[in-house]
């Protein structure tokens, strides 16, 4: 049966989208009962599988491959639950949805962690003076929406002898450094022990194997207990479409990380996942003027990050929450 | 009197019990992330894990002092200097352009060292040895090395550049260890950063 037939190209992985073509042209052909459509539907149900949407369904949901291609995204699974194929499947579907929907070509990997790297990060208080380059540069490399203009990181002014941000100035604009004054960039801090991965029911937010809490953005379901459950306000939810010109777009994303998030969908900071799994620095760290910012291997005992730990007067916030986040700060 | 049975002996100490496995499970779960990090003294062979790093960029060179017992690379500074080399000018010929100085260095204002002590320009430069730098003792450095001109005053900055907590790494955390020199962050006429503008704003949360 032309279903069955269907659902073993679907096993044997065939990602071949002319193939998928012109297979639904020969089922468009075909006159279907009732009785036949049900059953490929369960079937196509049970793989996941587009065979409705190019079999009978063609009428129903429209022929156009944009919608063939959205109905086979619903079908796929938690990120951590997919085979190696079944992820190069849906990232091939993005890059396509991307061209179709934007007419943007997009690069997208699923670049999986490196094995004896966890990665940490430092911040100095002493040298930081307010230009927020990071912060654009965090925007672009993101792709973070500009309608509502999302910002992972943000810096605040604080008076010395602060040591919580919640005391100082979080919306200064004016020249920096300002005498007497020091900054504090505050961002996820992919804590060990994260509360937000706790609290979350759809099992959407977990912590990598290098450290990293990321968001399996589709199945998150924007309840944002997230959100509620941290204590850094490290997360962001999308209350609109996030919209990013195309020509301003970081074309080369990660599954995991600065893909185009939807509306209703929860994102925040993920170590660049896209950069820093590929040896490079995450961009706000690249972006910095002043190399206040330093990241790196913990488990490299070579690393600057473990020279900084070792020999620098260190603190993270808010520890005796048990959070255990891997983001300390440090003067000179 | 009834005498307890197994099932309800059991049940008697069951709030001992659980709370010696929950103390239990604090107690493994205490250290977190730094115990693991103090764990983990193996050395880490980037070059070989991370599939994507870098060749050595064309302009750096090799700094000529260890990094946590490794080599470490930093940026070059001759080749960004305007009309390096100095002694192409600077030699035993007479200038005979009016106004050579003023044209050739007038856009530098010395800025180093304050108010009370500050440098001249024969602090770093010295008129037999156009070409390089020369210490306080006396050593000629290359303009390249200039790390180890400044390191005189600055040593503090300089022990923490070597070790990676001052200064920033190029683009890449992986693979060849290649730093920012003193001079590619700081007019070595006039270190300090000046004030400016953020380059953007904090929006307030939405929550
Ligand atoms: S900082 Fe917040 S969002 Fe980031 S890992 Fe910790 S609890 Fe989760
Ligand atoms: S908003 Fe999304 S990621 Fe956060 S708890 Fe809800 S489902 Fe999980």
Redesign the interface.
């Known amino acids: 049966m032309d279903g069955t037939k269907q659902g073993n190209n679907m096993d044997s992985r065939q990602n071949n989208d002319c193939l998928k073509q012109k297979e639904s042209n020969q089922l468009q052909g075909k006159q279907c009962g009732r009785r036949e459509f049900l059953s490929r539907a369960l079937k196509a149900a049970a793989v996941g599988s587009a065979a409705m949407v190019s079999g009978c369904g063609t009428g129903l949901l429209g022929s156009s491959e944009e919608s063939a291609l959205k109905w086979q995204e619903y079908f796929k699974k938690n990120y951590r639950l997919m085979t190696p194929e079944e992820k190069d499947e849906t990232i091939a579907r993005l890059e396509r949805l991307a061209k179709l929907r934007k007419g943007v070509d997009i690069q997208m990997s699923s670049t999986e962690p490196?094995?004896?790297?966890?990665f940490?990060y430092?911040f100095?208080l002493t040298?930081c003076?307010?230009?927020?380059?990071c912060?654009?540069a965090c925007?672009k490399e993101n792709n973070l929406d500009r309608k509502?203009?999302?910002?992972y990181i943000?810096?605040f002014e604080m008076e010395p002898g602060e040591m919580t941000p919640e005391s100082g100035n979080?919306?200064?604009?004016?020249?920096?450094?300002v005498e007497n004054h020091f900054y504090m960039g505050v961002q996820c801090f992919h804590c060990?022990?994260a509360p937000c991965i706790k609290a979350c029911p759809t099992k959407a937010t977990w912590r990598e194997p290098d450290?990293i809490v990321v968001v399996d953005y589709d199945w998150c379901i924007g309840c944002?207990y997230c959100?509620a459950a941290c204590p850094y306000?490290g997360r962001r939810?999308n209350?609109n479409e996030p919209q990013v010109p195309v020509k301003e777009m970081t074309k080369k994303q990660h599954y995991l990380g600065n893909r185009m998030r939807a509306k209703g969908q929860m994102e925040k900071c993920t170590f660049c996942v896209q950069r820093?799994r590929?040896?490079?620095?995450p961009a706000c760290?690249?972006a910095?003027?002043?190399?206040a910012?330093?990241?790196?291997?913990?488990?490299?005992?070579?690393?600057?990050?473990?020279?900084?730990?070792k020999?620098?007067k260190v603190f993270r916030l808010k520890e005796e929450l048990?959070t255990?986040p891997?983001f300390w700060y440090?003067i000179? | 009197m009834k005498t307890p049975t197994l099932k309800s002996y059991f049940f008697r100490i069951l709030p001992a019990l659980l709370l010696i496995l929950s103390g239990l499970q604090v107690y493994a779960g205490q250290g977190g992330v730094v115990a693991t990090i103090k764990k983990a003294t193996a050395p880490f062979n980037d070059e070989e894990r991370v599939a994507s790093v870098p060749l050595l960029p064309g302009d750096t060179v090799l700094v000529k002092t260890k990094y946590q017992g490794g080599i470490f690379w930093t940026e070059t500074r001759k080749d960004k200097v305007e009309r390096f080399k100095c002694s192409q000018c600077h030699n035993n010929k007479d200038v005979t352009i009016a106004g050579a100085a003023e044209m050739a260095h007038g856009d530098i204002t010395s800025v180093h060292g304050g108010k009370q002590k500050p440098l001249s320009c024969f602090t770093c430069h010295k008129k037999d040895e156009r070409d390089f730098l020369v210490t306080e003792k006396g050593l000629k450095v290359d303009m390249d090395h200039s790390y180890r001109m400044c390191g005189q005053c600055h040593f503090r900055q300089q022990k923490d550049w070597v070790g990676g907590a001052h200064g920033k790494r190029v683009s890449f955390w992986a693979g060849k260890r290649v730093v920012k020199n003193c001079t590619s962050c700081h007019d070595p006429h006039s270190p300090l950063f000046e004030k400016r503008w953020p380059r953007t704003y904090s929006r307030p949360l939405v929550k």
């Open positions: 490196v094995e004896d790297v966890l940490g430092a100095n040298r003076e307010g230009f927020m380059e912060v654009a925007v509502s203009q999302t910002q943000r810096i979080g919306k200064y604009f004016h020249k920096v450094p060990e022990n450290g944002r959100m306000y939810f209350w820093s590929a040896g490079r620095l760290v690249e910095c003027p002043t190399g910012r330093v990241f790196g291997n913990l488990l490299d005992p070579k690393s600057e990050i473990r020279f900084v730990l020999h620098k048990g255990d891997k440090f000179d």
